[in-house]
């Protein structure tokens, strides 16, 4: 499924209720290929290979930001041990 251009899918990855990266993809395709590792770091202090076990969370976001707006779709998988191949995030939820 194709989205419009002005559309971007956003992945923020979590620690400890802390945003350690964040990859945005303009226009993007389903499904979403993409790789996780330290050059996503939001801080060259905070790498993600420091934290062994994350939660990864999609957005679908019309304006771009980086804060859930009402009517982004979202989706999440807690637990995410980084190395983790093949992974299966559903998009499932509407931001009210």
Partial sequence: MGLPVAMTLGFWILAVLMSLAILRVSGP????????????AMSPAM???DF???KLVARVSRSGNVQAQPGDFEG???SVRLGTASLNLVIDRVVP
């Fill in 47 to 49: 790498k993600l290979s």
């Fill in 52 to 54: 062994p076990v994350v």
């Fill in 29 to 40: 395709t389903f499904p979403a290929k993409f790789h996780l590792d330290d050059a996503l």
């Fill in 76 to 78: 999440s998988v807690a």
